[in-house]
């Protein structure tokens, strides 16, 4: 496949697996056997880790985006510089819903082969994230 093809099929990833919560195209577009390299802890193996993550992102932010700020390719690798943006609707990692508008940047470099994302290292600013949920809590 053509780095714009590659480019596409992970465009296509986060718009209909992450931003539109289509788990019915994690087969599609992920490979039987992909790795999640920086799976949280308990994460399961394949494709069904990411129908975890994306279950647990979108539960705790229904309206969940990702936007993407960067894309960049090169043989079989893209590599994705993002900000996912939500409202905290539902718990996440064990704080409770707080209402607060949050935005999270991240990288994330994925390896495409035959159509199908393969593996992935995704690098999220979690510290942050958690820092905007919990700043301030308890009245402010």
Not at 12 to 16: I, K, S
Not at 23 to 30: A, S
Not at 36 to 43: L, M, S, Y
């Given at each position: 496949m053509s780095i714009e093809e590659n480019k596409a099929v992970y465009r296509?990833?986060?718009?209909?697996v992450f931003n539109q919560g289509r788990?019915?195209?994690?087969?599609?577009?992920?490979a039987p056997?992909?790795?999640?390299?920086?799976?949280?802890?308990?994460?399961?193996?394949g494709p069904e880790a990411i129908r975890q993550v994306v279950t647990m992102f979108r539960t705790a932010f229904p309206d969940l985006h990702i936007d993407i700020e960067a894309m960049v390719a090169e043989g079989d690798t893209v590599v994705v510089r993002a900000t996912t943006r939500g409202t905290h609707r539902g718990p996440l990692l064990?704080?409770?819903?707080?209402?607060?508008?949050?935005?999270?940047?991240?990288?994330?470099?994925v390896t495409v082969r035959n159509?199908?994302?393969?593996?992935?290292?995704?690098?999220?600013?979690?510290?942050?994230?958690?820092?905007?949920?919990t700043e301030g809590a308890g009245g402010n």
């Open positions: 296509r990833f986060l718009e209909e788990l019915d195209l994690v087969d599609e577009l992920l056997d992909y790795v999640f390299h920086d799976a949280p802890p308990g994460t399961p193996a064990g704080v409770a819903p707080t209402g607060r508008r949050v935005a999270m940047a991240g990288l994330t470099m159509g199908r994302v393969v593996e992935s290292w995704v690098k999220n600013d979690v510290a942050g994230l958690m820092r905007q949920l």
